[in-house]
């Protein structure tokens, strides 16, 4: 296949594929210049980490603390915006979601800033006993449920 047959070349009509000035997929709306400009990869956000500093659930809220210790003027803008997000309770999947960060980042980043005191988490306990088997009422309050449907 020739470099012709995708409607031109350098300044062509067409442009090149890849080029951030073709015309958007169908259905796909147009990249906003700042976003293309703006996209850092996701282990420099995270500085190389890929795990959280502890088990993090994706289901676990999380809500911004009300007293942060330091100035959140000197945040990074991740760190910032995942407080103005979490100004009302959050569960970590919607911070990955709605700021358009891989989960693993959003898992990476919301343990930091808890760690740091800039979040509180609210993670529900494990439904299990003592002994690692998953708790009997529990299970029958769950079974109950799913006969009522």
């Known amino acids: 296949m020739d470099r012709g047959s995708f409607g031109g070349g350098p300044g062509g009509p067409g442009r090149w594929p890849g080029d951030h000035g073709r015309a958007p997929a169908p259905g796909r709306p147009p990249e906003r210049e700042s976003e293309a400009s ?28 009300p007293y942060p210790p330091r100035d959140v003027a000197v945040l990074t803008p991740e760190y910032r915006a995942i407080m103005d997000l979490c100004r009302s309770a959050r569960s970590v999947a919607e911070v990955s979601a709605l700021l358009r960060l891989p989960l693993g980042v959003a898992r990476v980043l919301v343990a930091d800033m808890a760690v740091e005191g800039l979040l509180r988490l609210h993670q529900s306990q494990p439904a299990t006993t003592t002994g690692g088997q998953p708790d009997l009422r529990l299970l029958e309050r769950v079974l109950s449920g799913l006969r009522k449907l």
């Not at 659930?57 to 911004?64: D, K, M």
């Open 38 to 65: 703006s996209l850092v990869r996701p282990y420099a956000v995270t500085g190389g980490r890929t795990k959280p500093r502890y088990d993090l659930a994706i289901e676990a809220l999380v809500t911004a603390a």
